[in-house]
T-cell receptor
Framework: GAVVSQHPSRVICKSGTSVKIECRSLDFQATTMFWYRQFPKQSLMLMATSNEGSKATYEQGVEKDKFLINHASLTLSTLTVTSAHPEDSSFYIC???????????FGPGTRLTVT | GQQVMQIPQYQHVQEGEDFTTYCNSSTTLSNIQWYKQRPGGHPVFLIQLVKSGEVKKQKRLTFQFGEAKKNSSLHITATQTTDVGTYFCAEKRSGGYQKVTFGTGTKLQVIP
């Protein structure tokens, strides 16, 4: 099956700093990628839809200025958590949609801890 | 937005017992997908059901989509320790970007 990678897998940062998370589709070109956040013992909540070459579409309640999304190429989307705070600590998961099959493939996730 | 509810939230079973999780929506679903997330891992796609009343099987797993397309169930026969994880139902929206919206999940613990 298709593979989606995320980097880093884990990151610890200090409050007030920014963190960039990368999501790559390794064997297909993804015009659309999705970013999810999962708090402990909770479900995945869609944060935003990342579109190659255009602005991301954010879900209601997600601050676009805090969670910057850049989908600069057909295989890479990045999520930057700006001025991170402890409440941003979470598991961030991306998925990429294969334009041929329309199936979504999930990345392994990035666990962010803000101290 | 409205989230699809799953029950139970947690389930502990003895190895060899059966397990069922139910997914309920107040609105008609376009389809239903099921995912499994192991502890510390990411969701892994299991199956998609589209038709009203559809039933699909994967070895010990049986998936069912309700006649009204508002509910679904996942049944595991004779659980094994490898079945441990959280099971999510989800809907892939039709049209647009085809966003996937996840249910609340059921965490399964299997006692050896």
């Amino acid at each position: 099956g298709a593979v989606v990678s995320q980097h880093p897998s884990r990151v610890i940062c200090k409050s007030g700093t920014s963190v960039k998370i990368e999501c790559r589709s390794l064997d297909f070109q993804a015009t659309t990628m999705f970013w999810y956040r999962q708090f402990p013992k909770q479900s995945l909540m869609l944060m935003a839809t990342s579109n190659e070459g255009s602005k991301a579409t954010y879900e209601q309640g997600v601050e676009k200025d805090k969670f910057l999304i850049n989908h600069a190429s057909l295989t890479l989307s990045t999520l930057t958590v700006t001025s991170a705070h402890p409440e941003d600590s979470s598991f961030y998961i991306c998925s990429a949609r294969d334009p041929k099959s329309y199936e979504q493939y999930f990345g392994p996730g990035t666990r962010l801890t803000v101290t | 937005g409205q989230q699809v509810m799953q029950i139970p939230q947690y389930q502990h079973v003895q190895e060899g017992e059966d397990f069922t999780t139910y997914c309920n929506s107040s609105t008609t679903l376009s389809n239903i997908q099921w995912y499994k997330q192991r502890p510390g891992g990411h969701p892994v796609f299991l199956i998609q059901l589209v038709k009203s009343g559809e039933v699909k099987k994967q070895k010990r797993l049986t998936f069912q989509f309700g006649e009204a397309k508002k509910n679904s169930s996942l049944h595991i026969t004779a659980t094994q320790t490898t079945d441990v994880g959280t099971y999510f139902c989800a809907e892939k929206r039709s049209g647009g970007y085809q966003k996937v919206t996840f249910g609340t999940g059921t965490k399964l613990q299997v006692i050896p």
